[in-house]
């Protein structure tokens, strides 16, 4: 099984940044994509930023430029530094994993419990 445990949201003013972590542990041989997604109240799960492990991304239109997915496969950890937040941006933010336990296993996916962010004066 494997463990997600994320970090870093809070009340922030329009114009504010915020650093989002998730470190995955447990039973983890090899994890590929790692991911945030976020939804607020009467919307869909929305993904926000991937990036695999060889380090290629995507975001959603709504922040680029403004938001960076990046990750340290050292500690089995994806970060999401967001710069100049909207209020558009508040959301419960969830970090989603997709790992494997043994090299004959198939990549399972995971996600966090999930880490509010509201964007508000």
């Known amino acids: 099984q494997v463990q997600l445990v994320e970090s870093g949201g809070d009340l922030v003013q329009p114009g504010g940044s915020l650093r989002l972590s998730c470190a995955a542990s447990?039973?983890?041989?090899?994890?590929?994509?790692m991911a945030w997604y976020r939804q607020s109240p009467g919307k869909q799960r929305e993904l926000v930023a991937a990036?695999?492990?060889?380090?290629?991304?995507n975001s959603a239109d709504s922040v680029k430029g403004r938001f960076t997915i990046s990750r340290d496969n050292a500690k089995n950890t994806v970060y999401l530094q967001m710069n100049s937040l909207k209020p558009e941006d508040t959301a419960v933010y969830y970090c989603?994993?997709?790992?494997?336990?043994?090299?004959?296993?198939?990549?399972?996916?995971?996600w966090g419990q999930g880490t509010q962010v509201t964007v508000s004066s």
């Open positions: 989603n994993v997709q790992a494997r336990r043994d090299i004959n296993s198939p990549y399972y996916n995971y």
């Open positions: 447990g039973s983890i041989f090899s994890i590929s994509t």
């Open positions: 990036i695999t492990s060889g380090g290629s991304t």
